[in-house]
C-alpha cells in the first residue's frame, strides 16, 4: 500500500542541454526494423488505449528511432536495455510527446546493439533520464517538423503557418488537416534538419504535454502477465543446443583435468570440452569446462560427472575470517592512505573538543541475485560473423570481450538486447556473453543457449564489497560538530580500491564541518566486486548516516534538527555552476516534508519496541529524505511497518506509476539487503542459493508512502537514488525501538532482545 503525491513549482524549469544529438538521428532510412523482433499487435502501451493492430503496409523511417506506416501506426525505437526499469517505456514517450503522436498508435521495438546509430546503450547509474531528456525530445521535434515540411510542400503554404495535433498536421487557415500516416513517405524524403536547426526548436512547455508526465504501463507489460517468452532465457534459435559450464569455486582457478569422457557418454550430450582464459579479467571469460547437449538439464547432469581437478591459485587462502582480521588490525593504526579528504586539523579539533565519539561500522559482501540466471544464446559463424541474444545491461564491453575470445571482428558481431529478469548492476558484467561465445564456436560454430544455475549465479558474481568504516567525531561546548575522522578500510590492490570499493572524497558532512580527515586502507584480494543498484551510496550511507544519527544523540539534538543544522552550515559548498551536484537547500526540504508527512514530532507517544529513524542521501542526481517506523518484539525479531518517501527529482516526473514503482522497490530491495550476506571461505563463496541467502518475501514489505517534491531543476533518473537512505533510517529506527546500535550488517535479531 502506498500514498502518491507531487509538488509541483509555480514555474517549469527547461532543463539544460548536457549532451548533443547526432545529425544522423534525425537522417531518413536509418532504421533497422528486419533485425527486430515484431511486436505483438495485442499490446497495450498505455492505460487509454491498445496498439493498434499490425498494420497492412510497411513503416517509412523518417529518423533512426521514428518510423510511420501510411496507416499512422507508429514506431518508436527504445535504445537503452529493458531490466525492469520502465525504460522501453520511458524514452519513446520523450520521443512521443515532441512528435506530437497520438499515444494509441505508438509501437515500441527494442533496439540492437548499435553504438553507431544510437551512442552509449547502457542500463545503469540511473543516467537515463539525464542524458536523454533534452535530446529524445529533440529527436521527435525533429521529426515533427520534417512532417509540417512535407505537409507544407504539398499545400503549399508556409511552414509557419502549420501547427500539429495527435498524429496530424493542421492548417488553421484552410482548416486542412493531414494524418502522418499520409505524410510519412514525403517526410522521409525531406532533408535531416542540420543540428543548428535542431538546437534552436522550440519544446513544449510542460502545461502542455499530453504523455510526459501522464501514468502510462510499461510496454511488455501485458505479456509478462501472460507468461509469454521475452525474457533471454526463453530466446530459441533453430538448431540450437544447451550448455552448461562449469568454473572452478575459487575465482581465477585454472583447470587441470576433466573426465570429459564421462560426460560425453551421457545420453543427449553432444560434447564436452575444455575453454581456457582469455585476458585478466576476473568477469571475463574463465578457465571451465563445458557440456553441450540437446537439452539443459541433460547439460547440467553431465557436469556432474567431469570430475574437474582445479588449481585454485592464492585466492583459494583467503576468506571473509581473515578479512575481518586484517580491517582490525588496519582499524589501530593510520591509514595507508591518509588524506583522501582533509580539511582543517581534524586531529587536534579532536583533541580540543568537548566530547569525542568514536564508533565502527562494517558491512558484508553482497551478490545481486537478479531473479533471472544469467545466460545468453550466441552463435559464432563459420563465415566469420556472430549473432548473439544478450539480457545485457551494458553491450559494449561484451562485444568487445566476444571479440577478443572468438577472433570475430567487432564489427561482425550482432547483439540483440533482450529484456532482462532483473539487472540491479549484475549485467553490467558480460561474463555469461563470452563464454556463450567462446562455447559456440570451440562446439563447431554451432548455435548454442547457456544457461547458468542459482548456484551459478549466486557463486560467480561481483559482489557489492564488503567495507569496515573507523569513525570519531568531536562536538564543542555547544555540542555542535567540529570534526569528524574516517578510516576506512576496503578491498582492492596495493592503495587502490576495487571496482566500487571506494570512497567518495566529498561524502557528507565533508565541506561543512570545519575539521574532516577521510583516509583508507587497502585489503588485497582476489574476488571481483562490482557495482550494485545505488553503488558505493547503498553501503556508504547505512555507515555514515548511522554514525551521524549516534551523534545527534551524544549532541543531546533531535536528529532531525541535527542534520538540518548542519545542511544550514555557511561553509556549505558552492554549487558547480552547469553540473548536476548537492543541494542543501533541496535536501533540507526533502528533510521537512518527511518529517511533517510521517509525524515525526509525535514518535515519543509511540509504544515500546517501535521507533522511527531519519536519514538522508544525495545520489544519482536524486535527493532523498525517508523515515522509518519499526517493530521490534522482545525476542529480537523485527519488521519495518512504514516507510515515508519524500524525493527530489527535478522538474519533471515522466511516468508517475512507473518512478513510483521504482521507489516501492527501492525501499523493498534495501530492506531485504539488511538481512542478507556474503562470505568466503578458502576462496569460494559459502552462499549458494535462496535457502542461505535470502530474498525479502512479500509479508515483509512495509507500507510505503511516496512523496516527489518537484522543483525548478534538471530531471534525474529514480533506479538508484530511494535506495540508500532506507537502510540506515531501519536501523535507526531500531535504536529507537530498542536503545541497541546497529553498527554492523546482517541485522542479527538475537542482538536485539529487549524486555
Not at 488 to 517: D, H, Q
Request: glycine share 8%; net charge neutral.
Amino acid at each position: 500500500m502506498s500514498t502518491r503525491t507531487f509538488d509541483k513549482p509555480e514555474q517549469n524549469f527547461e532543463a539544460s542541454r548536457r549532451f548533443f544529438l547526432m545529425a544522423s538521428a534525425a537522417a531518413g532510412g536509418g532504421l533497422l526494423l528486419s533485425a527486430c523482433a515484431t511486436p505483438d499487435p495485442t499490446d497495450g502501451a498505455s492505460t487509454v488505449a491498445a496498439a493498434p493492430a499490425k498494420p497492412a503496409a510497411p513503416p517509412v523511417d523518417i529518423n533512426a528511432y521514428i518510423a510511420i506506416s501510411p496507416d499512422g501506426a507508429i514506431r518508436i525505437m527504445a535504445k537503452n536495455p529493458e531490466i525492469g526499469q520502465g525504460i522501453k517505456t520511458m524514452l519513446p514517450m520523450l520521443i512521443a510527446e515532441e512528435l506530437d503522436a497520438d499515444w494509441s498508435k505508438v509501437q515500441i521495438e527494442q533496439g540492437i546493439a548499435d553504438q553507431a546509430r544510437y551512442g552509449n546503450q547502457i542500463a545503469g547509474g540511473s543516467f537515463a533520464t539525464p542524458m536523454h531528456w533534452t535530446p529524445h525530445r529533440q529527436v521527435g521535434a525533429a521529426a515533427r517538423l520534417m512532417l509540417m515540411q512535407a505537409a507544407a510542400a504539398k499545400w503549399s503554404v508556409p511552414v509557419s503557418e502549420l501547427s500539429t495535433g495527435p498524429s496530424v498536421v493542421r492548417h488553421a487557415a484552410s482548416k486542412r488537416e493531414i494524418s502522418y500516416g499520409d505524410l510519412a513517405t514525403e517526410a522521409s524524403a525531406m532533408p535531416a534538419p542540420e543540428k543548428a536547426v535542431i538546437d534552436g526548436l522550440k519544446l513544449k512547455d510542460a502545461k502542455d504535454y499530453r504523455i510526459i508526465g501522464k501514468s502510462v504501463k510499461n510496454w511488455d507489460s501485458p505479456r509478462i502477465v501472460r507468461g509469454e517468452p521475452i525474457f533471454g532465457i526463453d530466446v530459441t534459435v533453430p538448431g540450437m543446443k544447451y550448455a552448461s559450464f562449469e568454473k572452478c569455486p575459487v575465482f581465477g582457478g585454472k583447470v587441470v583435468s576433466a573426465d570429459l569422457e564421462a560426460a560425453k557418454a551421457v545420453p543427449g550430450v553432444v560434447d564436452a570440452f575444455i575453454v581456457r582464459q582469455v585476458g585478466s579479467d576476473l568477469m571475463g571469460l574463465l578457465d571451465g569446462v563445458a557440456v553441450v547437449a540437446d537439452d539443459w538439464w541433460t547439460a547440467k547432469e553431465a557436469r556432474k560427472k567431469l570430475n574437474v581437478v582445479w588449481d585454485e591459485g592464492p585466492t583459494s587462502t583467503q576468506s571473509t575470517t581473515d578479512y575481518d582480521r586484517q580491517a582490525a588490525d588496519f582499524a589501530k593504526g593510520a591509514p595507508k592512505v591518509a588524506n583522501l579528504r582533509n580539511d582543517g586539523d581534524a586531529a587536534n579539533a579532536l583533541k580540543a573538543s568537548a566530547k569525542t565519539l568514536e564508533a565502527s561500522y562494517s558491512y558484508p559482501f553482497l551478490v545481486h541475485a537478479p531473479l533471472e540466471p544469467q545466460n545468453c544464446t550466441a552463435h559464432v559463424k563459420a563465415d566469420g560473423t556472430c549473432e548473439i541474444w544478450a539480457p545485457t545491461q551494458n553491450p559494449g564491453p561484451g562485444r568487445a570481450m566476444v571479440a577478443a575470445a572468438t577472433g570475430v571482428p567487432a564489427d561482425k558481431i550482432t547483439i540483440k538486447l533482450i529484456r532482462c529478469g532483473g539487472g540491479f548492476g549484475r549485467r553490467l558484467a558480460n561474463d555469461y556473453m563470452v563464454e556463450a561465445a567462446a562455447i559456440s564456436k570451440q562446439a563447431g560454430n554451432i548455435p548454442v543457449k547457456l544457461v547458468w544455475t542459482r548456484e551459478d549465479d549466486m557463486q560467480h558474481n561481483p559482489y557489492r564489497p564488503a567495507g569496515y568504516h573507523n569513525f570519531k567525531a568531536g562536538l564543542d561546548k555547544d555540542n555542535k560538530l567540529v570534526a569528524l575522522t574516517n578510516h576506512f578500510v576496503t578491498f582492492g590492490a596495493g592503495e587502490k580500491p576495487g571496482n566500487s570499493a571506494g570512497l567518495p572524497p566529498g561524502e557528507f558532512p565533508a565541506g561543512y564541518i570545519p575539521n574532516t580527515n577521510y583516509g583508507f586502507s587497502v585489503i588485497p584480494f582476489g574476488v571481483p566486486t562490482g557495482p550494485l543498484r545505488a553503488p558505493t551510496s547503498n553501503a556508504v550511507c547505512f555507515a555514515y548516516q548511522s554514525f551521524l544519527d549516534e551523534v545527534a544523540h551524544a549532541a543531546g539534538k533531535d536528529p532531525l534538527d541535527f542534520r538540518l543544522e548542519l545542511l544550514a552550515s555557511p561553509t556549505a559548498p558552492a554549487p558547480t555552476p552547469g553540473r548536476a551536484s548537492f543541494s542543501p537547500k533541496r535536501m533540507s526540504d526533502a528533510l521537512r516534508i518527511v518529517a511533517e508527512r510521517s509525524g515525526w514530532s509525535r514518535r515519543a507517544s509511540l509504544p515500546k519496541g517501535v521507533g522511527m529513524g531519519i536519514a538522508f542521501y544525495y545520489s544519482h542526481q536524486g535527493h532523498f529524505a525517508q523515515v522509518a517506523k519499526v517493530k521490534v518484539q522482545p525476542t529480537g525479531q523485527w519488521r519495518v511497518l512504514k516507510v515515508w518517501v519524500v524525493g527530489d527529482i527535478g522538474s519533471q516526473i515522466i511516468n508517475p506509476t512507473n518512478a513510483i514503482n521504482q521507489v516501492e522497490g527501492s525501499i523493498i530491495d534495501g530492506i531485504g539487503e539488511m538481512s542478507q550476506k556474503i562470505t568466503i571461505d578458502r576462496g569460494r563463496t559459502v552462499q549458494a542459493n535462496f535457502y542461505d541467502m535470502p530474498l525479502i518475501r512479500m509479508p515483509d514489505a512495509p507500507q510505503i508512502d511516496v512523496h516527489f517534491n518537484v522543483t525548478d531543476n534538471s530531471p534525474s533518473g529514480l533506479g538508484e537514488p530511494a535506495l540508500p537512505p532506507v537502510l540506515p533510517a531501519v536501523a535507526n529506527a531500531i535504536f529507537a525501538a530498542t536503545g541497541k546500535r546497529i553498527r554492523s550488517l546482517p541485522v542479527i535479531p538475537a542482538d536485539l532482545r529487549w524486555a
